[in-house]
Every structure is written in structure tokens, then in C-alpha cells.
């Protein structure tokens, strides 16, 4: 059974870098889209962005310059930097599995809360 | 930007069939897929495809699509199925992923 698990800084300062990691166990990484989602506090999900293969990716272009997620196929972990953080970014983020570009969510991580504050 | 318009709430008694709506231009060549969020919880596939059902997931979970609309059926409510519940599809060109603004379902 796939399972996804999320981790990383629960606390990011404003202006600074979060940077998240998402361990795939159970299966592999490779032929996937793997993707980051995000939900503030009392809102919506939000789609951030997908990675396949380290060859092909799309970002969300309200986030589009400050966004970037990769793979590391040799210890099937997936990766997130979000820059210039604000407190806008405070949320719970989770990854995702896809097999297709913008197909159905099989599998989720728990989701880690990241909360922007000096 | 490509956007999925939901209802913010649906209230229905229990045994009742709930009906939930996802409206979206370019649905008619895109499938719409339908989570279930229960609080602090991950979201859980209970619909892809418009009108499959994962394994594991209970019969009166049901999706259609028609047009620019998509539509989950929960026949039979349970106050189980009280929850959060997103739409998802992707823009014309799978360039983008984009969710529904969700919808919340009470169950009376």
C-alpha cells in the first residue's frame, strides 16, 4: 500500500523559504505526477503544482515565481520550496499522487501545517 | 484563470439523497473527480473519472456529468457523510490542476 507522509519546518519565518519534503513508501516514484496541495485555515484546497519524472512540471501562476518542486527518485522523495513567504501562506500542505497531468488523487499524505510568523 | 463554481452548502435529512454541483466551461472535455474532507482530515477519492467509484467506497456515492456540469449523488445520507466535499478537473490543456471552492454537506 501507498503511503505518502509530508515533513518538514512547522514554523517559517516572513520573507524566508518553506521547504517541505514528501516520502513515498509502498511504490515507486517514478511515472507519477506528484503534486502539492495547500489549505488555509478555514478554507479551500488549493492546487500548488506537479512534477513528473524531473521532466515535465506546471505550477499554479498565481504562485508561478515563487514556486519550485522536484524529485529525488533514489530515495523517492518529493520536494517543495515556496519563496518569499507570507503570512498568507500559512496552511496545511499535503502531497498527492496522480497517474495523469490533472487525473484523480489516489493517494494523500496527512498534511503538515506551516505557519508563517516572525 | 480556469475556475469550478460549487455550492457552499447543502442541507439534507438522513436517508435523503444530497446532490452536489460542479460547474466549469471546459468539463465537457475534462473529467471531473469529487473528495470527501472530513475535519483534519485528508481528503478522501470517493468519485474519478465523472462516475467511478474507488474500491472501498460505498455504493450510494454515485458521479454523473452533463455539459459544463458535474454532479455528486449521495443517496441514502448518512450522518457519516457529513463533511467537506471538492470538486477537481484540469484546464483544456492538463496544464492545470484546479478544485471547486467546496461544499459543505450538513446532515440534518
Known amino acids: 500500500q501507498v503511503q505518502l507522509q509530508e515533513s518538514g519546518p512547522g514554523l517559517v519565518r516572513p520573507s524566508e523559504t518553506l521547504s517541505l519534503t514528501c516520502t513515498v513508501t509502498g511504490g515507486s516514484i517514478s511515472d507519477y505526477y506528484w503534486n502539492w496541495i495547500r489549505q488555509s485555515p478555514g478554507k479551500g484546497l488549493e492546487w500548488l503544482g506537479y512534477?513528473?519524472?524531473?521532466?515535465?512540471?506546471s505550477y499554479n501562476p498565481s504562485l508561478k515565481s515563487r514556486v519550485t518542486m522536484s524529485l529525488v527518485t533514489s530515495t523517492d522523495q518529493f520536494s517543495l520550496r515556496l519563496t518569499s513567504v507570507t503570512a498568507a501562506d500559512t496552511a496545511v500542505y499535503f502531497c498527492a499522487r496522480a497517474d495523469l497531468p490533472g487525473g484523480e488523487y489516489d493517494f494523500w499524505g496527512p498534511g503538515t501545517l506551516v505557519t508563517v510568523s516572525s | 484563470s480556469y475556475e469550478l463554481t460549487q455550492p457552499p452548502s447543502v442541507s439534507v435529512s438522513p436517508g435523503q439523497t444530497a446532490r452536489i454541483t460542479c460547474s466549469g466551461d471546459d468539463l465537457p472535455k475534462k473529467y471531473c473527480n469529487w473528495y470527501q474532507q472530513k475535519a483534519g482530515q485528508a481528503p478522501v477519492l470517493v468519485i474519478y473519472?465523472?462516475?467511478e467509484r474507488p474500491s472501498g467506497i460505498p455504493e450510494r456515492f454515485s458521479g454523473s456529468s452533463s455539459g459544463t456540469r458535474g454532479t455528486l449523488t449521495i443517496s441514502g445520507v448518512q450522518a457519516e457523510d457529513e463533511a467537506d466535499y471538492y470538486c477537481q478537473s484540469a484546464d483544456s490543456s492538463d496544464t492545470y490542476v484546479v478544485f471547486g471552492g467546496g461544499t459543505k454537506l450538513t446532515v440534518l
Open positions: 473519472k465523472d462516475d
Open positions: 512534477a513528473y519524472n524531473n521532466e515535465r512540471d
